[in-house]
């Protein structure tokens, strides 16, 4: 596996490949990789000639109160997952590299970047949408891969790949679960052992709302309800937002049918953890 820490680099490797005829993924992290993304790599190498992975806190994501700083970092690590499960080049860049020091250039959506996550990180999607049309434009990849968990994201990232007219294929892959059903998350390690499992309260939320759901209720409000109430039971959550929003266009909805979204943030003490289910999507199932 070959790591480069330039766009230059990276730009003459995918180059060489694409002569040969090769078809090249691409999988976008922030590193602090786990079987998440490790299901990503897995999808991307199963399906194409070349993996490419970036590893790269994304500065301008992050608002100025958020965790930027502390944003959990282990490249040493990554790169044996990586290595692992097949990746062929990993590209870990300085924030110079990405961004110069008067860059002034970005990518920004309304609609679909209003709700949910958006509603409370107002710059998010925007540095999100910036760092992958880089990527994207660096690597010009077959196919680009991203998680569920990060549903909002991902309904982002179609949307702006059918805008800009980018020759692509986004492809989503399943949220990756602990046996006890907590989902996947980098974040997760900020957890103390009584967070951890208070967390838990997200993902038996996420089953009741699929066990409702599956009984045939089709009504917002009395969905979310009984969320709502599920999380209540918690005292250590505190519930940024519980939200049905149409698959497509990720804005509210009070009636819903397959395909559309019911997604959640909570905080367990300082962490801030996103989950979320497709109506009509298999039930996650988990240890009691």
């Not at 917002?220 to 698959?247: F, I, Q, R």
Request: proline share 4%.
């Amino acid at each position: 596996m070959k790591t480069v820490t330039t766009i230059a680099d990276l730009r003459a490797q995918v180059k060489e490949w694409k002569k040969e005829g090769l078809t090249v993924g691409l999988c976008p992290t922030m590193g602090y990789l786990h079987e998440g993304h490790a299901s990503l790599m897995d999808k991307s190498v199963s399906c194409c000639d070349r993996t490419v992975a970036s590893v790269f806190v994304n500065p301008i994501q992050f608002g100025p109160t958020e965790d930027l700083a502390t944003y959990p970092r282990d490249f040493e690590r990554d790169c044996q997952l990586l290595e692992e499960h097949g990746v062929d080049l990993v590209f870990h860049p300085e924030d110079r590299e990405m961004y110069a020091e008067d860059f002034s250039t970005f990518v920004d959506m309304q609609v679909l970047s209003t709700t949910l996550c958006g509603a409370s990180r107002p710059i998010h999607f925007r540095g999100v949408c910036t760092v992958i049309t880089k990527l994207l434009n660096t690597v010009n990849p077959d196919k680009i891969f991203f998680g569920q968990k990060d549903a909002q994201q991902l309904a982002i990232i179609r949307r702006m790949v059918r805008d800009l007219n980018f020759d692509v294929e986004v492809i989503g892959c399943p949220i990756v679960r602990e046996p006890d059903g907590l989902a996947k998350s980098s974040r997760n390690t900020y957890l103390s052992a009584e967070e951890r499992k208070a967390a838990l309260i997200l993902s038996r939320s996420i089953r009741l709302g699929q066990d409702l759901c599956e009984g045939g209720e089709r009504n917002s409000a009395a969905l979310l309800g009984a969320m709502k109430d599920k999380l209540a039971t918690e005292p250590m959550a505190n519930v940024e937002y519980v939200e049905v929003v149409n698959g497509e266009n990720m804005q509210p909805i009070d009636t819903f049918q397959e395909g559309d979204l019911v997604a959640m943030a909570v905080r367990i003490g300082s962490t801030r953890l996103i989950d979320n289910f497709t109506v009509g999507d298999p039930k996650i199932t988990f240890a009691e």
